[in-house]
């Protein structure tokens, strides 16, 4: 988690939304990301979609069955349903995000019937450090407008 | 949403799941794509997102504000969280999906509170041709398992 959040401020350097994630099989990070959607011009580039894709090209396999996913922050909606897709065992992350989350928040979509596979999901880890840093950048920003 | 089935036909052909989608802006096609998942070796290619990452990328803009989406199934969980976030003004589609739809079916994000932009909803277009394709496809692939 580490790792992520070190992302996720590299993100916010960026001027992205500073959420980080890090792809992890047997103990080794296979890929780190933050969020990417500003630099790349995609909406699909969060910081998990962005770190399941990059393992992936370097595995050169679809699905990521014995891979572990760690994000600063509760995937949203779109981000759930990728994990789910890509087979990830199990999600660690941060803060919760009533807003836009998607796993214990919102649509919960891992409880849902629609979802044909659900990691193990464990969450709090350094949950502070993650929300405070996503409240400094939402800060920040509406004090430059 | 014929150049959508075009498109499904042409990832089927390729061993993909046959499911194709357009982008359109001022009645102009930005974008058209198959199911890429398979070719890319990225869970995230479904025909939705790989079209609005083309439009996106050819238009050099992370939203899609003006664009309507042509898509011969109804859109996953991930797929229509990424069509609210890129702002999709109008989504047409043929096939309802009950398995792994989340527009009409599932989780129906775009009724959902945690859903900040939903897109107008047409559906049923070409719909017994669409989902004809997709019963074919696994079909054909269980017949030869």
């Known amino acids: 988690m580490e790792m992520a959040l070190k992302e996720a401020r590299a993100a916010g350097d960026r001027g992205e939304v500073p959420i980080g994630a890090v792809v992890v099989i047997d103990g080794t990070a296979v890929s780190v990301s933050g969020n990417r959607t500003r630099e790349l011009n995609d909406v699909t580039a ?7 894709r990059m393992a992936c090209e370097k595995l050169g396999q679809e699905r990521l069955a014995c891979a572990d996913l760690y994000v ?5 909606t779109m981000c759930a349903a990728a994990i789910s897709f890509a ?3 199990r999600l660690y992350y941060g803060a919760e995000d009533p ?3 998607a796993v214990d928040n919102g649509v919960r979509f891992y409880a849902q019937p629609t979802c044909h596979h ?3 999901v464990y969450s709090g880890f350094n949950e502070t450090e993650a ?3 996503l409240k400094a950048f939402f800060s920040g920003r509406r004090d430059t407008k």
């Open 87 to 89: 087979r990830i065992r």
């Open 131 to 133: 929300a405070d840093m």
């Open 118 to 120: 659900a990691p193990e």
């Open 99 to 101: 807003k836009g989350g």
């Open 46 to 52: 969060h910081a998990e979609i962005a770190a399941i």
């Open 72 to 76: 600063t922050l509760e995937p949203c």
